[in-house]
């Protein structure tokens, strides 16, 4: 039973380095392990291949922001489509992306879609983040 599980276990292995190294990264614990929810964060092959663990993809071009629109439905439309392209965000991710949106109108579409089953909240206060549900 345990060489069953050994080799499953190095099969999940090969196959998540394999991912990593095209870029995909599956966090455990995205609060901690990737709390700005950036997309450039990517960890590298597993240990004991000569590469860090962590190293930073090269930079996007600087994308221009996205006009905030002026009707809720519209809102949380627009949070939506930006949570489902970065996979979390955070407040200051989010405010980054639109022009023209305030903090409380964000924080409360970003709740909206965790209480439609969208997204995922964790943390409180500043720490506040929220994950897309895939």
């Known amino acids: 039973m345990a060489v069953e599980w050994s080799a499953c276990n190095q099969a999940l292995n090969h196959e998540r380095a394999e991912e990593e190294k095209r ?3 599956r966090w455990l614990r995205p609060k901690f392990q990737n709390p700005q929810g950036r997309k450039d964060a990517v960890q590298g092959e597993i240990p ?3 590469q860090k663990k962590t190293k930073k993809a ?3 071009e ?3 922001k996205r006009v905030w629109p002026k009707e809720l439905p519209q809102q949380v439309a627009a949070v939506r489509d930006l949570l489902a392209e970065a ?3 955070d ?3 989010a405010r980054a992306a639109f022009k023209g949106a305030k903090d409380e109108a964000l924080a409360s579409s970003l709740d909206s879609l965790a209480a439609l089953g969208l997204a995922v ?3 409180a206060g500043p720490a506040r983040s929220w994950s897309a549900v895939r």
């Open 62 to 64: 600087r994308a221009e």
């Open 87 to 89: 996979g979390a965000l």
């Open 121 to 123: 909240a964790s943390g």
């Open 48 to 50: 004991g291949t000569g």
């Open 23 to 25: 870029g995909i990264v």
């Open 91 to 93: 407040l200051a991710g």
């Open 58 to 60: 090269a930079k996007p």
